[in-house]
């Protein structure tokens, strides 16, 4: 008997990957509703076919078994799936009960970071914000990268006028606490970051990394440097000292623009290369070579991400960061600091931001632009009194594992009233909710990258429309917002409950292509992207002064008296310093994404990614071997977790990943379950913060080391999961509860 060989019917569909930054091309190959292949696409003008690991994850995250397809309500006969409007109602009802109960407030919501990376969730975000009414805004942004948006709002005149480094044209780039090639690059949209880098070094230019570690992009830098974890704040503060003391300080077009510039000659003059060099681990000599050779380069750029950003000096160092490139005349430059022009002007249709107009209720902690710090969020839910919170809401977020002293947050999320979470999975927060509320999968939906557009290293524009058609049951995030808006806010003026009805009829999409006519490029619109699906090519990037300048003078407000006044505690930091003090910072893979592709099997194959890096002195001084469990302990808790001895490390600095730690009861992602790992959030602090700011800090967290059951060292791969998962489980329990 022979078999009908089954006919392919090949289909091609190009589109961005929405998963990280990088906005790569890629092209899908599909039978139907069939993935066949996903690889990067050539003719894409901005990628030209870089992909990461990553994206065939979008394959993988749309077949997820695991993957909620309905939503589904928290019973005591554990869940059970309902109709959407069912859902809609009960969710609308515990909101209001909530409210109604305790006030307005009472109920807070979080955003995640997958917010960012959804056209239809950017556009219609505001419909759920204006319905639910409540000031308790959380999101991810004060665990990231909250310092850019205050240093912009304050220099620039808004928090999203950020300034990217023109990577495809510097000739000296110094990378400070960014690891671009396992990231793929942040504030900074450049796919392909590994040929960048190298394309710098091709044309005689430099690559210089700091960082506590050794890291992938250090392997192919020109030079690397190791930093004691949260001291970059000296080492800026000595450049800078440096820069004047030297005389390469500029003037330019955008210095010009700075009536306040010559304050910054004396802001750092109590800091000297040869005064921050023992606390740093940089000797004088190489922080002076580094000046030297970063202003006499033909053009420069100075670059910090997570590692300078997520640490206790976080604010003043980007603002340092900034003044460095401003005072040596890169801003604004070809080579330099420059500012994109992307074809939706977000900073022309958002309000400029502002820093600290309300404070937390229990920590007095700023907010930012109506959102108050992810570190407060605990508190609020625990500290009883007026304006606690009963109620939550989490959109794409998963903050039991992605902020501070997580396991304190898991417990107060076990004790409110009412909890609602959208988002694909029954995750290590969304267990707590009463109901879930799963939107469609990304490859469902149609793309246009509003945020990451305005941070390219190339002005370029692409829509990707949706690849499959949803299923009747399944709903767009922006579906649910408006259906929760109709449910709630029955009292909206009719402007408004026009624009809901409109936007549910016509689709974001319609509002991109408002967007793109009112955008810099007159001649772009929706139909014109749709007849360009590998993208529009828009140039590079120009000089954008002083247009860019949102403040109403057209000048640039360095805001001095501001950052001066948090020297006073960069004194207090160098006179206490304690240089014997172990100290924990984290690190990314290439082949993670934060929290929640650990269930795609592609990605999580081969070798358990969650260990605990330190360099073999430190390994020795604690009698730990390469293999062995330890147990890391700091002021909120305790993990057990295997240790990797490796030279990567700084000595007595400790790296352990985050978006790991899925061994908790309740999470429903079977492959991301078999590789637990431990969560590096229930060791950081959420009172460990940058108080200027009110971000968190997870780089530079003091710990404590102890080698545990030395008989089970090198157990295979396998067996240490395991181990690494029972005895999180059970130490987390028993440690944090004190
Ligand atoms: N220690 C430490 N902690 C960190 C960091 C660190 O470096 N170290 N990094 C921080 C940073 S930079 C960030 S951005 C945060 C990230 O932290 P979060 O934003 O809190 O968490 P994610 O891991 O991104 O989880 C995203 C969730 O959204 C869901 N999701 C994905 N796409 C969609 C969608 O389109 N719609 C909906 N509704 N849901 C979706 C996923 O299923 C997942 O559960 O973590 C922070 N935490
Ligand atoms: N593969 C992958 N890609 C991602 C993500 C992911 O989880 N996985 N997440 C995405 C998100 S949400 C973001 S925000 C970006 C982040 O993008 P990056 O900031 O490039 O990513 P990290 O790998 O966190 O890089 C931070 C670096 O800072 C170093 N560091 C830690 N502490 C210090 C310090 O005190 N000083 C200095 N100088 N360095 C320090 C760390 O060793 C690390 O190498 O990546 C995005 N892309
Ligand atoms: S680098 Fe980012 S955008 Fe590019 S393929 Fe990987 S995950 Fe997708
Ligand atoms: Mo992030």
Sequence with gaps: MSSEPTQVNEQTHFRTCNLCEAMCGIVIKHDGEKVLSIKGDKDDPFSRGYICPKATALQDLHEDPDRLRQPVERTADGWKEISWPEALDKVAAGIQSVQQKYGKNALGIYLGNPNVHNLGGMLTIKHLLTSIKTRSRFSATSIDQLPHHIVCMHLFGHMLRIPVPDINRTQYMLIIGGNPLASNGSIMTAPNMRQKLKDIQARAGKVVVIDPRRTETADIASEHHFIRPATDVLLLLAMLNEIYMQGYAKENRATALAPDIERLRDFAKDYRAESVASITGISAAEIKRMVKEFCEAESAVCYGRMGVSVQEFGLLSQYLIMVINIVTGRLDEVGGLMFPNPAVDVVNNSG???????????????????????????????????????????????PVLSTPNGEKLDKALANLDFMVSLDYFVNETSRHANIILPPVSPLERDHYDITFNGFAVHNVAKYSPALFHKKDNEKHDWEIYLE??????????????????????????????????????????????????????????????????????????????????????????????????????????????????????????????????????????????????????????????????????????????????????????????????????????????DPLSGNAAVNGVPVKLEAIVPEVTKLDTTELEMTNLENAESETKSSSAA
């Design 352 to 398: 400029p931001g502002y820093l600290g107009k309300r404070h937390s209720r229990v920590s007095h902690l700023p907010d930012f632009n109506g959102e108050y710090p992810v570190v407060t969020i605990a508190d609020e839910m625990l500290v009883e009194g007026e304006g606690q919170l009963k109620g939550f809401m989490t959109v794409a977020g998963n």
């Design 484 to 689: 929760l808006a109709e449910r709630l806010d029955k009292e909206a003026s009719e402007a408004t409950t026009a624009e809901r009805a409109l936007t549910k009829k016509l689709e974001p999409k319609f509002l991109l292509d408002q967007g793109l006519k009112h955008g810099p490029y007159k001649a772009l619109t929706l139909e014109k992207l749709l007849e360009n699906p590998h993208g529009v090519d828009l140039g590079a990037l120009q000089s954008m002064l002083p247009q860019a300048l949102k403040h109403a003078d057209k000048q640039i407000h360095l805001n001095v008296d501001f950052y001066q006044a948090d020297l006073a505690r960069v004194q207090q930091m160098m006179q206490n310093y304690d240089d014997e003090q172990v100290l924990l910072i984290g690190r990314r893979h290439v082949r993670s994404n934060n929290s929640w592709l650990h269930n795609s099997h592609r990605l999580v194959k081969g070798k358990s990614r969650c260990t605990l890096m330190l360099h073999p002195d430190t390994a020795k001084a604690y009698g730990i071997e390469d293999g062995q469990a330890v147990k890391v302990t700091s002021r909120v808790g305790s993990v057990i977790i295997i240790a990797e001895v490796t030279d990567e490390l700084m000595p007595k600095v400790v790296s352990i990943p985050h978006g790991f730690g899925h061994g908790r009861t309740g999470v429903k992602q079977k492959t991301a379950q078999a590789h637990a790992g431990v969560s590096v959030n229930d060791l950081t602090d959420d009172t460990l913060i």
